[in-house]
């Protein structure tokens, strides 16, 4: 019986670890580097830089959560991001259109096609 218990222990352990393991990690690189350069990346400007240089990402992966809940796999996620991200900085930039104009184009362009 005792190994049983060690066995449903271990088995338990690694569900919650492959769970949650990520998040561990990434808790544990934060500390990591809070204590190493305290003076440089515990800081409000650093945490502000990572989340505005990263906002793109955590919009698409917002936008993809849902579909992975309910068991779907959208493969175009990235390509019709690029072809958007194209879209909204080209057109202003090269072709003079508003930007809200360059923005709507880049939702119809890059809709679903079904």
Same mark, same amino acid.
């Given at each position: 019986? +005792?190994? #049983?218990? #060690?066995?449903? =222990?271990?088995?338990?352990?690694?569900?919650?670890?492959? #769970?949650?393991? *990520?998040?561990? @990690?990434?808790? $544990?690189?934060?500390?990591?580097?809070?204590?190493? #350069? +305290?003076?440089?990346?515990?800081?409000?400007?650093?945490?502000?830089?990572?989340?505005?240089?990263?906002?793109?990402?955590? =919009?698409?992966?917002? /936008? =993809? @959560?849902?579909?992975?809940?309910?068991?779907?796999?959208?493969?175009?996620?990235?390509?019709? *991001?690029?072809?958007?991200?194209?879209?909204?900085?080209? *057109? +202003?930039?090269?072709? /003079?259109?508003?930007?809200?104009?360059?923005?709507?184009?880049? $939702?119809?362009?890059?809709?679903?096609?079904?």
């Amino acid at each position: 019986m +005792p190994g #049983r218990d #060690r066995e449903s =222990i271990t088995q338990q352990s690694l569900a919650v670890l492959s #769970r949650f393991g *990520l998040l561990l @990690l990434f808790l $544990v690189l934060v500390a990591y580097f809070s204590v190493e #350069r +305290p003076d440089s990346f515990a800081t409000l400007g650093n945490a502000s830089s990572i989340l505005s240089a990263q906002s793109v990402t955590v =919009i698409a992966g917002l /936008g =993809i @959560l849902l579909t992975l809940i309910l068991g779907e796999f959208d493969l175009s996620v990235a390509a019709n *991001l690029s072809l958007a991200n194209v879209f909204v900085v080209t *057109l +202003p930039e090269r072709q /003079g259109v508003p930007v809200w104009s360059a923005s709507s184009s880049a $939702v119809a362009i890059s809709g679903e096609s079904d």
